[in-house]
Nanobody, 124 residues
Framework: QVQLVESGGGLVQTGGSLKLSCAAS????????MGWFRQTPGKEREFVAA????????IYTATVKGRFTISRDNAKNTVALQMNSLKPDDTAVYYC?????????????????WGQGTQVTVSS
């Protein structure tokens, strides 16, 4: 059974930092590109960042470029999202997702598995 479990969310002030982690199990992790998405109530799920299986391709949405860093450790089956200079607009539930044989995609449709999400709240 495939599981993606996010952790590291919480409440932080504007300008602060958080590091999200996603632990994967039940799959051959190196066969999957990984992505982070976020969602706020009443809005569509939004792409944040993605990384290919070998970290050779990394992409970000424009609003987080230069502030967020995605990384992965294939030996530990984990993907992380370091978030710096956080803004209230970054408040959302953050989800990690796995895309089998993907190259790192900003579209949510190709992703095969999703975690349950972790809440990030940035206070002004």
């Amino acid at each position: 059974q495939v599981q993606l479990v996010e952790s590291g969310g919480g409440l932080v002030q504007t300008g602060g930092s958080l590091k999200l982690s996603c632990a994967a199990s039940g799959l051959t992790f190196r066969n999957y590109a990984m992505g982070w998405f976020r969602q706020t109530p009443g809005k569509e799920r939004e792409f944040v960042a993605a990384i290919s299986w070998d970290s050779g391709r990394i992409i970000y949405t424009a609003t987080v470029k230069g502030r967020f860093t995605i990384s992965r450790d294939n030996a530990k089956n984990t993907v992380a999202l370091q978030m710096n200079s956080l803004k209230p607009d970054d408040t959302a539930v953050y989800y990690c997702a796995a895309d089998f044989l993907g190259g790192g995609n900003s579209d949510s449709a190709p992703y095969d598995y999703w975690g349950q999400g972790t809440q990030v709240t940035v206070s002004s």
